[in-house]
């Protein structure tokens, strides 16, 4: 069972990075104190630090070992406690995705049914009666590691993953999902996908959606999501 450290664990990583743990778990409280850090150091980056990268449960820092090193750098860390409690991340929204499950557009809806012991109306059910938060952005443009899957829904990875997989899918890889936003190789379990453009580059803010904010699923049929696909 994962667990939340009280002080965060320290790990180098290589000769120019540092990471910084704050659970071992998948957890609100455990990415919140992460946004939360991370927004303090953007406020007051140290000196000799060139990126701060959060995920789910840790924050990396990229930094120049003839400027700082990692004493000096977790001493700031631990200097910025009184900081946090003023500091407040920008408000969420919540984002509707429209997803056509099972067939064609979810081809391992029948094995997550068959392997959850679900039909696959409850897993519709159940995959869309959820609000899910965005923990992090990552892995191809505007890809959403989101939180709060019903542990029910629980299916392991493909065992070869695809070369290709289309934009807008939806999948489910262990106890999270998540949704592509462009063609990709991956190899989560596709149970449907949704008809929306979820990254486009061309557009001063190219996403839907960021970290921090929630989505929610809404079941429709073939031609709900025929008529989408050709007004986006």
Same mark, same amino acid.
Request: some cysteine; charged content about 25%; aromatic content about 8%.
């Given at each position: 069972?994962?667990?939340?450290?009280?002080?965060?664990?320290?790990?180098?990583?290589?000769?120019?990075?540092?990471?910084?743990?704050?659970?071992?778990?998948?957890?609100?409280?455990?990415?919140?104190?992460v946004?939360?850090?991370?927004?303090?150091?953007?406020?007051?980056?140290?000196?000799?630090? =060139?990126?701060?990268?959060?995920? +789910?449960?840790?924050?990396?820092?990229? +930094?120049?070992?003839?400027?700082?090193?990692?004493?000096?750098?977790?001493?700031?860390?631990?200097?910025?406690?009184?900081?946090?409690? @003023?500091?407040?991340?920008?408000?969420?929204?919540?984002?509707?995705?429209?997803?056509?499950?099972?067939?064609?557009?979810?081809?391992?809806?029948?094995?997550?049914?068959?392997?959850? @012991?679900?039909?696959?109306?409850e897993?519709?059910?159940?995959?869309?009666? =959820?609000?899910?938060?965005?923990?992090?952005?990552?892995?191809?443009?505007?890809?959403?590691?989101?939180?709060?899957?019903?542990?029910?829904?629980?299916?392991?990875?493909?065992?070869?993953?695809?070369?290709?997989?289309?934009?807008?899918?939806?999948?489910?890889?262990?106890?999270?999902?998540?949704?592509?936003?462009?063609?990709s190789?991956?190899?989560?379990?596709?149970?449907?996908?949704?008809?929306?453009?979820?990254?486009s580059?061309?557009?001063?803010?190219?996403?839907? +959606?960021?970290?921090?904010?929630?989505?929610?699923?809404?079941?429709?049929?073939?031609?709900?999501?025929?008529?989408?696909?050709?007004?986006?």
């Open positions: 069972m994962g667990q939340i450290f009280k002080k965060p664990r320290m790990r180098l990583m290589g000769d120019s990075g540092l990471l910084f743990e704050y659970g071992d778990v998948i957890d609100l409280e455990v990415n919140q104190k946004k939360l850090v991370t927004k303090a150091l953007n406020q007051e980056m140290p000196l000799g630090v =060139s990126e701060v990268m959060p995920t +789910y449960r840790s924050i990396l820092m990229i +930094y120049d070992p003839i400027q700082t090193n990692p004493d000096v750098l977790a001493r700031h860390l631990d200097n910025l406690k009184n900081q946090l409690e @003023g500091l407040k991340l920008p408000p969420s929204k919540t984002v509707d995705i429209p997803v056509c499950y099972g067939e064609k557009h979810g081809p391992e809806l029948p094995f997550v049914a068959e392997h959850t @012991g679900l039909s696959e109306k897993i519709i059910k159940i995959h869309s009666g =959820s609000e899910y938060q965005i923990f992090m952005i990552g892995f191809t443009p505007g890809f959403p590691f989101l939180g709060g899957m019903d542990d029910r829904l629980t299916t392991p990875r493909l065992k070869t993953p695809r070369t290709l997989v289309p934009a807008g899918s939806v999948g489910i890889a262990n106890n999270q999902t998540g949704i592509y936003p462009v063609d190789p991956g190899g989560w379990q596709l149970i449907g996908r949704t008809p929306l453009r979820l990254f580059p061309e557009k001063k803010n190219p996403f839907l +959606y960021a970290a921090g904010d929630k989505i929610r699923f809404k079941p429709v049929d073939q031609a709900e999501f025929d008529r989408l696909n050709q007004i986006k």
